[in-house]
């Protein structure tokens, strides 16, 4: 049994000169029966070439290809060298990312969806309202040592104080090295929220993890500079950090 041509992910067995000697069942679907893996790269792409024959482990870098429907699609490619035979993997980003943004999306949703109106009791309110913030903090796996956690609503101490325990937790068993907190679904910030919040950033520090902030609003960056969060690293997007990170 040829294992190659069972693979999930678009996968070709190149020579240096980038002649395709196999390929999967999947790259076929999705490339088609290409013979040159450079036919597929477009005229950008192609100054990675010499990336791509590098002897050295490489983790991914993105590259632009072109489908079997003619569609430029960006992939994150990595390549593994053995003599003069590579074996090249391709990951599409746009579809990981789409996953990600409506596994988001879903969150929002149902936070939307929930009615304080129909609190009438104390105890129930409190109750619901730290499943709510809880909920807030949600643990979002991108690899295997990439997670992604959205933030929504009021950051607050509530937010922090409810959420810090079990994202720690959470991020210790599954063993975590990276987290990128997305700050696209925080409305309010305030001094108790952000100096509980960076108190936390240097323990997961402790504890071995690298932190990424990225969706900081306008209206939030004074909070984060006057606060000095600087053991967390910040990036414009979410998506600049998924392939950045994964």
Not at 24 to 43: K, N, P, Y
Not at 147 to 172: C, H, K, M
Not at 205 to 211: F, K, L
Request: hydrophobic fraction near 40%; glycine fraction near 4%.
């Amino acid at each position: 049994m040829n294992i190659i041509k069972e693979l999930p992910f678009p996968t070709f067995i190149i020579d240096r000169s980038f002649h395709v000697l196999e390929l999967s069942a999947s790259a076929e679907r999705v490339f088609g029966d290409i013979q040159w893996f450079t036919d597929i790269m477009d005229e950008e792409s192609h100054s990675k070439k010499r990336r791509l024959l590098s002897d050295d482990l490489l983790k991914s870098i993105e590259i632009t290809l072109t489908t079997k429907e003619k569609n430029p699609e960006l992939f994150a490619v990595s390549i593994t060298w053995k003599d003069d035979k590579g074996f090249l993997q391709c990951y599409a980003i746009g579809s990981k990312l789409d996953k990600i943004m409506s596994v988001v999306q879903e969150h929002q949703n149902r936070l939307a969806t929930v009615d304080f109106e129909l609190l009438s009791q104390k105890e129930l309110a409190e109750t619901q309202l730290k499943q709510i913030k809880q909920l807030s903090a949600p643990v979002i796996g991108l690899s295997n040592k990439v997670a992604l956690v959205p933030l929504f609503g009021y950051f607050d101490q509530e937010l922090i104080s409810n959420t810090e325990d079990r994202l720690a937790a959470t991020l210790y068993e599954q063993d975590y090295s990276t987290v990128i907190f997305d700050f696209n679904g925080i409305d309010q910030i305030t001094d108790i929220g952000i100096s509980l919040f960076q108190a936390f950033m240097e323990t997961l520090q402790i504890m071995g993890i690298q932190t990424y902030i990225v969706g900081v609003k306008p209206m939030h960056t004074h909070f984060l500079k006057n606060r000095e969060v600087n053991t967390s690293t910040y990036l414009p997007t979410l998506q600049q950090a998924i392939a950045l990170l994964t």
